[in-house]
């Protein structure tokens, strides 16, 4: 189910979210500071590509970790965030919907705090 669910994801614009997590990795890794936040859109794209069956557990940050969340958070996770919200919401107005928008919310919330975010596979 998941694999279906992964291929109509595509579909229905997952590549397009993909490439554009990509294309914002690319940009934030034009600076020696914004490269760790560039690997972070690079992890998030490779996320964002096939969604269904993974979760995400948040939370495993150390000093180090809890600063970069921070400076994410003020300069650009934000709207990340507020993106998948929206487009989360508006899939979840249909019942077919439903499982595309609760995907939009997972990425909502790594959006919010992507260091030390651990992401796995359902079993």
Do not use: D
């Not at 998030?44 to 979760?55: N, T």
């Amino acid at each position: 189910m998941n694999f279906i669910g992964n291929v109509i994801w595509l579909v229905i614009g997952g590549i397009i979210a993909a490439i554009l997590w990509f294309i914002a990795g690319l940009i934030l890794c034009i600076t020696v500071i914004g490269i760790p936040f560039g690997i972070q859109c690079f992890k998030i794209a490779k996320f964002v590509l096939w969604p269904f069956g993974k979760e995400i557990e948040l939370g495993h940050f150390g000093a180090g970790g809890l600063l970069l969340n921070i400076i994410w958070l003020i300069v650009f996770g934000w709207e990340f965030a507020i993106t998948h919200l929206i487009i989360g919401l508006i899939f979840c107005i249909t019942i077919l919907g439903i499982p595309f928008g609760l995907q939009h919310f997972k990425f909502a919330m790594l959006g919010l705090i992507p260091f030390g975010a651990k992401i796995h596979a359902n079993s």
